[in-house]
């Protein structure tokens, strides 16, 4: 069975209690008693190594001491995020670097967005790299990977989302009933939104900047979209 690694305390940890995907094997060049008893709970083994060896699985990534050897990482369908009442969905459009999607998954988990929709080609995936960056909330978070983004879209119409495209002039985002069930597209930092994707939205929503600079980091325009149309449901 294919393999992957991924590496640092608490993505292990996250690996081990969602129970998502399996973990094979927890390798520990510390002795860390979180992962320890995470792992005994999940009746997954602990083999203790050296830290370098620990550096090789991690491949230069920041490590904590702790890897593990697990399944690929288990994408969803669309249909299965759809299927959640009201949902709430956020489509990245050509995310290429896996600390944005990383950052963008954790802060889709921390507010209870339905799902993360990505395209498979010209973007980044869920590696391990971006599961470190979302301090595990990777293995809580729905991720469809899907063929065309655009085809995406027009099914989440078809669901009866209203879908709105991040881009900087669109409507204040205080000025949008973000309380239903929506979609919020949000592209890569050099290219934006395309304008394919675009045209298939229902309208467009921006974030008003009132510094120097014309746009947030795309994890950061994240989180606020996000926690404002949570905010909208109500709490939780």
């Known amino acids: 069975m294919k393999q992957e690694t991924v590496y640092g305390i608490r993505p292990v940890v996250e690996a081990l209690r969602s129970g998502r995907r399996k973990v094979f094997e927890v390798i520990d060049a510390v002795g860390d008693e979180e992962v320890a008893n995470a792992a005994g709970a999940s009746g997954v083994s602990v083999k203790r190594a050296s830290r370098q060896r620990v550096e090789e699985l991690a491949r230069g990534g920041v490590h904590q001491g702790v890897a593990a050897r697990v399944e690929p990482y288990p994408y969803s369908g669309l249909e299965e995020i759809l299927s959640i009442?009201?949902?709430l969905v956020l489509v990245?459009?050509?995310?290429?670097?896996?600390?944005?999607?990383?950052?963008?998954?954790?802060?889709?988990?921390?507010?209870?967005?339905?799902?993360?929709?990505?395209p498979r080609d010209r973007a980044v995936g869920v590696t391990a790299a971006a599961v470190k960056a979302s301090a595990g909330a990777s293995e809580h978070v729905l991720v469809a990977r899907v063929t065309n983004l655009r085809r995406a879209v027009d099914t989440m119409k078809e669901a009866?989302?209203?879908i709105?495209?991040?881009?900087?002039?669109?409507?204040p985002y205080t000025e949008l009933d973000l309380a239903g069930a929506v979609a919020l597209v949000l592209g890569s930092e050099g290219r934006g939104v395309r304008r394919l994707v675009r045209e298939g939205c229902d309208g467009t929503v921006s974030i008003p900047m009132l510094g120097g600079v014309e746009s947030l980091n795309?994890?950061?325009?994240?989180?606020?979209?996000?926690?404002?149309?949570?905010?909208?449901r109500g709490w939780p």
């Open 160 to 162: 009866g989302l209203w």
């Open 85 to 87: 009442p009201d949902p």
């Open 92 to 118: 990245l459009d050509g995310v290429t670097d896996p600390r944005n999607l990383g950052a963008v998954l954790r802060a889709a988990d921390g507010a209870g967005a339905s799902g993360v929709v990505i």
């Open 164 to 171: 709105y495209a991040a881009e900087a002039g669109g409507t």
């Open 218 to 232: 795309v994890s950061v325009a994240s989180a606020v979209l996000l926690y404002e149309a949570r905010r909208r």
